[in-house]
């Protein structure tokens, strides 16, 4: 694809270093290329900015014309520039510092966000993170635009994103606490579609949630969606059905007062990954390693519990 410009920097530094010693054979000497090659490169620039640059003086070397002293200040501007954004990139690359966007899949940011951002300033306190909650199809647009380097997100829900997994969650029910199944052991999805499902109303968590059942050859239940992940805990304790989630929850109290259990799932159904997403191809800079520090740290800790999570649960109360 052509910038409309027809002259590059190559050009540009093989015209100033011509000018500034006055000789095409020692700016040659001094940017380890050809005679030839240094020679006809600010023969093409003259051509493509339609003005002469330089007087070439048999065996005295050259010197700048009128036209060629006006643009070598300019020349030498514009080549500085593109060292400092060289320069600029290079700390981008392999620093840990500065402004990092990260997205956050909306029903995830509430059990990691704290956590992340605690342990952000312990490790790298020059690390601003900008965190974007979003649902999945909106984390894709961003990770697209590229407004975020990484997206904290579920496999399933990565789409065409390159995806580093953190961890592997398998597949767990949330009852209310006097559910009578409760007590009776790992369950399968068959013995709970009786009832209804409570899920997060988005389009990805239901498709999920479709492909769950259609795997086990199980009817989908009755849908009752929820645009949060405590809404769905407290219908789940008020009775109205059961939630799918990818991590045991160690509080069994909603914000309301109710009680809920988790139970494990029978069955070979495939677990989740937690993880994050980033464009295919993209390498990832210094702060998004950093980030991925940080994020891996605090998974760990919540699964183990070695340090109290900021939310109930690490994972989320729909498919």
Known sequence: MSDGLGFSLAQLRYFVVSAEVGNISEAAEQLCASQSTVSSAVMRLERQLGVQ?????????????????HLLREARDLLGRARNLKARGDALAGDAAGRLDIGFLASLAPFLLPGVHQLTRQRYADLRLTVHEEPADRLAALLGEGRCELAVTYDFLAGDAQFHALAELPLHAVLADGDPLGGSGPLKLAELAARPLVTLNTPDDIRHAEKLFANAGVPLPQVIGAASVETVRGLVAAGSGFALMYQRSRATTTLDGGRVRTVGIAGDLPPAFLGVAMMPGLAMSGRGMAFLDVLGSTVRASRSGSA????????RAGP
């Open 308 to 315: 109290e999570p900021a939310h109930p649960a690490l994972g």
């Open 53 to 69: 640059l330089l007087l070439r003086h048999h065996a005295r070397g050259v010197s700048l014309t009128p036209s060629g002293r």
